[in-house]
């Protein structure tokens, strides 16, 4: 699923800054019990798959008519024997707070000051179809071999890609897509020409 372009707001940077503040507790709260991989898994697969899968869902975490307890009720009914009693916690504490909307916003936090703290680099990775375990362990591998650090994939599903994968890491392309390679034997291609261009025009400059 490809993710809509974002312009930052106002309420986006203020979403931003509150995702940091909570992000710093849940991760302080799970380092805490050791529990951090799980957590973050657990929280990613929640925001990325389950919210967004079930749009009703999300409606109800945000919505403020919907009173704390029944929220409550709702995560123990849904992942009390599915998550992580940490997250859990968690999760209560920020419905009690009014902030269960702000769940997207928390998960991005967390990964970053968790890669920060890792000395990780994330590399983005867009394929039209979901990657196998087998090209994502690929991938990983040789990111990590060249980059000589530890890496995690944000992977994202783009039909506008088109055999191949498209990875980004900081400013740094790797495009094996067909239209990656088409663009670069045009660019070849456009060399090529321009610099028949500029022979022959020393040529006829030689010759006058």
Same mark, same amino acid.
Request: proline residues 2%; aromatic residues 6%.
């Given at each position: 699923?490809?993710?809509?372009?974002?312009?930052?707001?106002? #309420?986006?940077?203020?979403?931003? +800054?509150?995702?940091?503040?909570?992000?710093? *507790?849940? @991760?302080? /709260? &799970?380092?805490?019990?050791?529990?951090?991989?799980?957590?973050?898994?657990q929280?990613?697969?929640?925001?990325?798959?389950?919210?967004?899968?079930?749009?009703?869902?999300?409606?109800?975490?945000?919505?403020?008519r919907?009173?704390?307890?029944?929220?409550?009720?709702?995560?123990?009914?849904?992942f009390?024997?599915?998550?992580?009693?940490?997250l859990?916690?968690? #999760?209560?504490?920020?419905a009690? +707070?009014?902030?269960?909307g702000?769940?997207? *916003?928390? @998960?991005? /936090? &967390?990964?970053?000051q968790?890669?920060?703290?890792?000395?990780?680099?994330?590399?983005?990775?867009?394929?039209?179809?979901?990657?196998?375990?087998?090209l994502?362990?690929q991938i990983?591998?040789?990111?990590a071999?060249?980059?000589?650090?530890?890496?995690?994939?944000?992977?994202?599903?783009d039909?506008?890609?088109?055999?191949?994968?498209?990875?980004?890491?900081?400013?740094?392309?790797?495009?094996s897509?067909?239209?990656?390679?088409?663009?670069?034997?045009?660019?070849? /291609?456009?060399?090529?020409?321009?610099?028949q261009?500029?022979?022959?025009?020393?040529?006829?400059?030689?010759?006058?």
């Open positions: 699923m490809r993710e809509p372009i974002k312009h930052d707001t106002v #309420l986006d940077t203020g979403a931003e +800054r509150l995702g940091v503040t909570y992000a710093t *507790a849940l @991760l302080g /709260a &799970a380092k805490s019990e050791n529990v951090v991989d799980e957590v973050l898994s929280l990613s697969q929640l925001v990325t798959e389950t919210l967004r899968e079930h749009h009703d869902l999300a409606i109800v975490f945000a919505s403020p919907v009173n704390i307890l029944e929220k409550h009720r709702i995560l123990d009914r849904l009390g024997d599915q998550l992580n009693p940490v859990l916690r968690f #999760l209560k504490v920020t009690v +707070r009014g902030r269960l702000f769940l997207a *916003a928390i @998960l991005r /936090a &967390a990964e970053e968790q890669d920060e703290f890792m000395n990780r680099i994330v590399a983005e990775v867009r394929s039209a179809v979901e990657l196998t375990d087998d994502r362990d990983r591998a040789r990111l071999q060249t980059f000589s650090k530890e890496v995690r994939l944000r992977e994202l599903v039909p506008e890609v088109i055999g191949g994968v498209v990875i980004r890491v900081g400013d740094t392309v790797f495009d897509s067909v239209a990656g390679r088409l663009e670069a034997m045009s660019r070849r /291609a456009s060399s090529g020409f321009a610099k261009l500029l022979n022959r025009f020393d040529e006829f400059a030689s010759n006058t």
